[in-house]
């Protein structure tokens, strides 16, 4: 009797854990990312000149971005963003890069913003980054562009520049990869379910162009060693700057920040 009744109850825990594993499984795109929709007829209003763009991909999804302008630019920032809003919360980041001279370039992933479709994988999301880089790679010679990342999306930039062979590559709050970081939040999250590896530590070995960091000294969200373990694989090719008394949110802003773009995009 006491043998079925542990049977029965290792049979249970077993159903639980499968169960408990697929909803990780299944769920994972609502845990890691947090769009603002907004509706097709929202109308941008920003005080920087721009032009809303749309692209369809050959699954035949429509992804929204603006595209900041200035006069004359020196070339072009093509900016990921991070895992929530829109684009309509990404105007800081047009300021600090259109001031120097650039135009700025953003797209919602799927289902951010006004861009159609779901997330499904980092394949999916590496396969739009690099379809919407090699549509502006029309409009600009890459040796006049740079590729910046912030937060979850300084995986996907670092991705991105380790395929191509843009000017220049800046990670804003980057991880060390993204499994590394999700064991740091939480050591018991099965790590083996995520779909989204995002290993920078390992892409940045195929870029060979100048790669600066900027990480907020008080950033709770992704912890600034996380950079400097960056710094610490590549010190030759890595320049990581710490920024005193920020967080995660609002590097553009950061006086430092700017004062040291300033050099780098005279």
Same mark, same amino acid.
């Given at each position: 009797?006491?043998?079925?009744?542990?049977?029965?109850?290792?049979?249970?825990?077993?159903?639980?854990?499968?169960?408990?594993?697929?909803?990780?499984?299944?769920?994972?795109?609502?845990?890691?990312?947090?769009?603002?929709?907004l509706?097709?007829?929202?109308?941008?209003?920003?005080?920087?000149?721009?032009?809303?763009?749309?692209?369809?991909?050959? #699954?035949?999804?429509?992804?929204?971005?603006?595209?900041?302008?200035?006069?004359?630019?020196?070339?072009?920032?093509?900016?990921?963003?991070?895992?929530?809003?829109?684009i309509?919360?990404?105007?800081?980041?047009?300021?600090?890069?259109?001031?120097?001279?650039? #135009?700025? /370039?953003?797209? #919602?992933?799927?289902?951010?913003?006004?861009?159609?479709?779901?997330?499904?994988?980092?394949?999916?999301?590496?396969?739009?980054?690099?379809?919407?880089?090699?549509?502006?790679?029309?409009? %600009?010679?890459?040796? #006049?562009?740079?590729?910046?990342g912030?937060?979850?999306?300084?995986?996907?930039?670092?991705?991105?520049?380790?395929?191509?062979?843009?000017?220049?590559?800046?990670?804003?709050?980057? %991880?060390?990869?993204?499994i590394?970081?999700?064991?740091?939040?939480?050591?018991?999250?099965?790590?083996?379910?995520?779909? %989204?590896?995002?290993?920078?530590?390992?892409?940045?070995?195929?870029?060979?162009?100048?790669?600066?960091?900027?990480?907020?000294?008080?950033?709770?969200?992704?912890?600034?060693?996380?950079?400097?373990?960056?710094?610490?694989i590549?010190?030759?090719?890595?320049?990581?700057?710490?920024?005193?008394?920020?967080?995660?949110?609002?590097?553009?802003?950061?006086?430092? /920040?700017?004062?040291?773009?300033?050099?780098?995009?005279?």
């Amino acid at each position: 009797m006491l043998k079925k009744i542990l049977k029965s109850l290792v049979i249970l825990i077993v159903i639980l854990v499968v169960l408990a594993f697929s909803y990780l499984y299944q769920k994972q795109e609502e845990l890691i990312f947090h769009p603002t929709k907004l509706e097709q007829s929202h109308r941008f209003d920003f005080d920087i000149p721009f032009e809303e763009r749309s692209f369809t991909t050959n #699954d035949g999804v429509a992804l929204n971005g603006v595209h900041f302008k200035v006069p004359e630019p020196k070339g072009l920032v093509f900016y990921l963003h991070g895992n929530s809003g829109s684009i309509q919360d990404y105007l800081g980041s047009a300021y600090a890069f259109t001031k120097e001279g650039y #135009d700025v /370039f953003i797209y #919602d992933y799927r289902g951010f913003g006004k861009s159609e479709g779901e997330i499904n994988g980092e394949k999916l999301l590496f396969k739009d980054n690099q379809f919407v880089y090699d549509t502006l790679l029309g409009e %600009y010679a890459e040796k #006049d562009i740079i590729v910046v990342g912030y937060s979850i999306g300084s995986g996907m930039a670092a991705k991105l520049a380790s395929t191509n062979n843009p000017q220049q590559l800046f990670l804003l709050a980057p %991880y060390h990869n993204f499994i590394a970081l999700v064991k740091l939040w939480n050591k018991y999250t099965p790590t083996f379910l995520l779909k %989204y590896r995002f290993e920078t530590d390992q892409y940045l070995k195929g870029f060979k162009k100048p790669i600066t960091i900027f990480h907020g000294e008080d950033d709770t969200l992704i912890p600034s060693n996380q950079s400097l373990q960056l710094k610490a694989i590549y010190p030759q090719k890595v320049q990581a700057i710490i920024l005193p008394n920020q967080g995660h949110v609002g590097i553009e802003g950061n006086e430092l /920040f700017q004062t040291v773009i300033k050099d780098l995009l005279k």
